[in-house]
């Protein structure tokens, strides 16, 4: 059970979150989250800044206005989000070993943001701003890249994605020898090792 509205340097762990914990417009400061299931909760308006989930499951969580402020998650399964309702004052995130599969990122502004060993399926990144963004070992398999700005982005781990060069804006990203046909997919070029 939660009392209050402001938690710091707390832990939480599935015994403390419910389908009943409210919390809508709570804010959570240097506080951990394990185990935790979010599944379909109402975010809406909460704030957290400084904190870590790990092993959570946040699966279609209501996100309005939600607060992520350097904030990292490790582990856990976050299918179907739309961070594009989130608020974007200080938004900031670190996803490891995460799955994003058909989650939104439209229009999100997210420069510097490190995916490591993401699974993005299906993920749309429409109008992003993802610049200097890292995807480490990420799988990108039909992510929607479009009018995304890319530039100085690191792809050269990541695989199965596909970008249109002339429909995106990636000036100085990074990608590798292996992977350069993500970015020639749409030409239907032929390229034999």
């Known amino acids: 059970m939660m ?3 402001f938690f710091l340097d707390k832990n939480f762990t599935r015994q403390a979150i419910t389908s ?3 919390l809508l417009g709570k804010e959570f400061e240097n506080c951990v989250f394990e185990n935790c299931s979010f599944t379909g909760h109402d975010l809406r308006q909460a704030v957290f800044s400084d904190c870590a989930f790990t092993s959570c499951d946040l699966s279609l969580a209501k996100l309005v206005q939600t607060a992520f402020r350097n904030v990292v998650f490790k582990d856990c399964k976050m299918i179907g989000l739309h961070f ?3 608020n974007a004052f200080g938004l900031k995130m670190t996803f490891d070993h995460c799955n994003l599969s ?3 990122f439209y229009k999100v502004k997210l420069q510097e943001t490190n995916f490591y060993e993401a699974l993005l399926h299906e993920a749309d990144f429409t109008d992003a701003e993802l ?3 890292v995807f480490d070992h990420c799988d990108l398999l039909n992510a929607k890249f479009e009018n995304t700005q890319l530039a100085k982005a690191d792809f050269s781990t990541a695989y199965n994605f596909s970008i249109h060069p002339a429909q ?3 000036s100085g990203a990074v990608f590798s020898k292996e992977n350069i046909t993500g970015l020639l997919n749409d030409f239907g070029i032929q390229i034999i090792s």
């Open 84 to 86: 594009e309702d989130c």
């Open 102 to 104: 058909h989650s939104s």
């Open 3 to 5: 009392d209050g509205d």
């Open 20 to 22: 009943e914990t409210v």
């Open 168 to 170: 995106n804006q990636i």
């Open 131 to 133: 610049k200097a963004a």
